[in-house]
C-alpha cells in the first residue's frame, strides 16, 4: 500500500507529539516534512528523526509536490489560513483545533473545504476518539440515559503551566479561555445532545492571577448554554487547577446519568502515609488522552486511503467556534448572548 506523506507545520507541545506519531507510531504514513517559524527547532527534529525536508516558511513546504496531506499544529490564530493555502495547492489537510478565532474566517474556511471536496478535511477533536468519551456517545445513542438533559464539563489546566501561558499569552494569542479551553466541551455537547446553542452567558475572572484581566482574558471561568432543544450546558474552564490536568463531564438524561474522568487518575494506584490515601492525577492533555490523538490521526490517515470523510466536518468546526466565540463576547460584554445575533459574524 502507498504510504501517506505528510508534512507538519508547528512543533510545539501538541506538534512534536502529533509528529513523533506520524513518524513512528501511526500505519501507512510517513513524516516527510517539518516546518515552523523557529529554525532551530526545525533542524532539531528533522536531525533527530531523519525527515527529508524541512522548513522555516509555510508557502514553501506547499510546493513540495511529494507530500500527499498537511498537518497543521501552529497556533489558532493561523489555522484558517493555513488550512485554506494548504486545500487551495491540492492537499488532504487535518487542522488542530479551533478551526477558527472568529466565526467570519471560519465560514470563509467551510467554503474551501465544500470546494474541495475531493479532499479529506479533518479537525483535531481529539476527544471524540477517546475510549471513554467514544462508549459514552455509543451509551446515548442507544438510549441508556433516556433524553440528555444536561451537560456538566470541567476543562482545568495545571496550575504548574500558567507562567508559561502568561508568558506567551500575547504573541500566540489562543481566543480566550473559552475558545481555547472549552471548545472540546462544547463541540461534545453538540455531540452528545444532538442539538445547537441557542443562548450563552459567560462569566470569569483572574482570581489568582490578576494578570489575565489585562489581557481581557479569564484565569478561571464558566459558561452557561441553553440549547434549542431546552438542554442546558455548564461549561467550566480555568488555568489553576493546583492538582493537575482536570478534564471531567457529566451527561445528565431523563433516566440516567453518564460521567467521565469524575477523578482525573493517572493509573490504579494508591499511595497511604502520613498524608492519608493519595491518588497521582494527570499532568497535561498529551498523558490523558494519548490514545486519543493516536486514533485521530490513524483515522485521517484511514480516510485519506479509503477515499472516505472523518466524522469529525468542517461544520463542527464552525459550529464550535460560533459558541466559543460567543461565550468569549458574553464574558467581555457581560450580556447573555443569542446565538442568532448577526454581530457574531464579524470580528
Ligand atoms: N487537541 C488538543 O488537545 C490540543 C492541545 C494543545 C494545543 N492544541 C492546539 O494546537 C495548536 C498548537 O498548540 P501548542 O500548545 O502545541 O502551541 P506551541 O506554542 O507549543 O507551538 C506552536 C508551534 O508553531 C510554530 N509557529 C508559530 N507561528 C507559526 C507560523 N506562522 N508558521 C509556522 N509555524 C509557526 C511555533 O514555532 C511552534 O513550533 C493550537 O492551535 C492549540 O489550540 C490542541
Redesign the pocket.
Known amino acids: 500500500m502507498k504510504k501517506v506523506k505528510v508534512g507538519i507545520?508547528?512543533?510545539?507541545?501538541?506538534?512534536?507529539?502529533h509528529a513523533e506519531n506520524i513518524a513512528f507510531r501511526i500505519p501507512n504514513c510517513e513524516l516527510t516534512a517539518v516546518?515552523?517559524?523557529?529554525e532551530d527547532?526545525v533542524k532539531e527534529v528533522q536531525e533527530k528523526w531523519g525527515i527529508p525536508y524541512s522548513y522555516?516558511n509555510?508557502d514553501e513546504m506547499l510546493k513540495n509536490k511529494e507530500l500527499d496531506a498537511i498537518f497543521?499544529?501552529?497556533?489558532?490564530?493561523?489555522?484558517c489560513e493555513?488550512i485554506t493555502k494548504a486545500l487551495q495547492a491540492g492537499f488532504h489537510v487535518f487542522?488542530?483545533?479551533?478551526l477558527g478565532l472568529y466565526l467570519e474566517e471560519a465560514l470563509e474556511v467551510q467554503k474551501v473545504v465544500d470546494a474541495h471536496l475531493d479532499k479529506v478535511f479533518m479537525l483535531?477533536?481529539?476527544?471524540r476518539y477517546d475510549k471513554s468519551y467514544a462508549a459514552a456517545k455509543q451509551k446515548i445513542d442507544n438510549g441508556d440515559i433516556g433524553d440528555p438533559i444536561l451537560i456538566r464539563c470541567y476543562g482545568l489546566d495545571p496550575a504548574s503551566q500558567m507562567d508559561n501561558f502568561l508568558k506567551?499569552a500575547k504573541a500566540?494569542y489562543?481566543?480566550g479561555l473559552f475558545l481555547?479551553m472549552s471548545?472540546?466541551d462544547l463541540d461534545l455537547a453538540r455531540w452528545y445532545m444532538a442539538t445547537e446553542a441557542q443562548e450563552v452567558w459567560a462569566i470569569g475572572g483572574g482570581y489568582a492571577r490578576p494578570e489575565f484581566e489585562e489581557i481581557q482574558d479569564a484565569e478561571t471561568g464558566v459558561a452557561m448554554v441553553r440549547f434549542e432543544n431546552n438542554a442546558i450546558g455548564i461549561f467550566v474552564a480555568g488555568r489553576n487547577c493546583a492538582h493537575g490536568y482536570h478534564i471531567e463531564t457529566e451527561i445528565i438524561g431523563t433516566k440516567g446519568s453518564i460521567r467521565i474522568g469524575t477523578l482525573p487518575e493517572r493509573n490504579q494506584i494508591v499511595l497511604l502515609q502520613e498524608n492519608g490515601a493519595v491518588k497521582e492525577c494527570y499532568d497535561g492533555?498529551?498523558e490523558r488522552?494519548e490514545q486519543a490523538?493516536l486514533s485521530e490521526v490513524e483515522e485521517f490517515i484511514n480516510c485519506i486511503l479509503e477515499k472516505r470523510k472523518p466524522a469529525v466536518t468542517v461544520q463542527d468546526g464552525v459550529e464550535s467556534t460560533k459558541l466559543g466565540y460567543a461565550c468569549k463576547k458574553s464574558f467581555e460584554t457581560r450580556q447573555l448572548v443569542n446565538l442568532q445575533d448577526e454581530q457574531l459574524v464579524t470580528n
Open positions: 507545520v508547528g512543533l510545539g507541545r501538541l506538534g512534536c507529539q516546518c515552523s517559524v523557529v527547532e522555516t509555510y497543521i499544529a501552529s497556533p489558532s490564530g493561523f489555522h493555513q487542522s488542530e483545533k479551533p483535531g477533536f481529539m476527544r506567551f500566540n489562543s481566543g481555547d471548545i472540546h492533555f498529551l488522552f490523538y
